[in-house]
């Protein structure tokens, strides 16, 4: 039996969940910091449950993902940081007197990952339709057909990124 990509309707789960510890983990450094104890134990508790699941389900989507695709490497990466995220969020919860040093970690740590995921949809297309839909038609264009067609398409990107974002790449 083949595993499942993990999406619903179009919509990958793990994208969805992930903006859960994306606000979660920096609000249980918050209560930690300026809370009382109970406040930020159950802050703390509610950014372990929510990463545990976007983990989860992350890891289900490398699952997924073709060695030979270029986003495997860097989602490899991801799924390694994002997971010491857990460690560190669930380290949290036993460790009182290291709680805000642990989830300050786990912020900076979820910064960097959140970056390489953003990196994985808009720069390499993974779970993003249109550039499956390009890949496919190329693994099926007969011998370099579609060639011109994709050096003009990447030129138009690349300028678009130059010219019309607010940070280039």
């Known amino acids: 039996m083949k595993l499942k990509h ?26 930690s910091l300026l809370a009382d104890g109970r406040t930020a134990r159950a802050a ?8 545990l699941a976007a983990v989860t389900l992350g890891w289900w989507d490398w699952l997924t993902i073709p060695r030979s695709h270029p986003a495997w490497r860097p989602a ?6 994002n997971t010491s995220v857990l460690g560190g969020t669930a380290l949290a919860l036993v460790a009182r007197d290291r709680r805000p040093l642990l989830l300050g970690a786990a912020t900076a740590a979820l910064t960097v990952s959140a970056w390489i995921g953003g990196d994985l949809v808009y720069r390499l297309g993974w779970r993003v339709r249109p550039a499956e839909e390009l890949e496919l038609i190329t693994e ?8 011109p067609y994709q050096a003009s398409a990447r030129r138009k990107i690349d300028e678009h990124e130059r010219s019309d974002t607010l940070l280039p790449g």
Do not use: K, N, Q, Y
């Open 44 to 51: 703390s508790r509610v950014a372990a449950t929510a990463t």
């Open 140 to 147: 099926e264009a007969e011998d370099g057909l579609l060639a």
């Open 6 to 31: 993990p999406v619903l309707r179009g919509h990958p789960l793990h994208a969805m969940a992930s903006d859960f510890p994306i606000a979660l983990i920096p609000l249980a450094l918050l209560a």
């Open 76 to 81: 490899t990466i991801h799924g390694l940081i």
